[in-house]
Nanobody
Framework: QVRLLESGGGLVQPGGSLRLSCVAS????????MAWYRQAPGKERKLVAR???????EYVDSVMGRFTISRDNAKKTVWLQMNSLKPDDTAVYYCYVRENGIVYWGTGTLVTVSS
């Protein structure tokens, strides 16, 4: 069973930046998709960005040009660089991996964008 541990969340002012990290407990194949989802208060969890070897990263329209997803399989890590943050980006951010058809989730890291 894969365990995922996120870090890097916190309080940031509008226009600021944060970098989220997610470390897996075991090696993830480059062909297995990794992603970041987020869940705002009172709303459902939604995809933010997804990355898989051999394909261009995918982003939800609202973060296109502001967020960048990357991964290092040797380090078992996926990152989400978030720039030009907006109050609407406030949410709990979850790391996701699908390995052998099984989906694993991290416990989440809270990002709050507020002045």
């Amino acid at each position: 069973q894969v365990r995922l541990l996120e870090s890097g969340g916190g309080l940031v002012q509008p226009g600021g930046s944060l970098r989220l990290s997610c470390v897996a407990s075991e090696t993830i194949l480059s062909s297995d998709p990794m992603a970041w989802y987020r869940q705002a208060p009172g709303k459902e969890r939604k995809l933010v960005a997804r990355i898989r070897s051999g394909r261009d990263p995918e982003y939800v329209d609202s973060v296109m040009g502001r967020f960048t997803i990357s991964r290092d399989n040797a380090k078992k890590t996926v990152w989400l660089q978030m720039n030009s943050l907006k109050p609407d980006d406030t949410a709990v951010y979850y790391c996701y991996v699908r390995e052998n058809g099984i989906v694993y989730w991290g416990t989440g890291t809270l990002v709050t964008v507020s002045s």
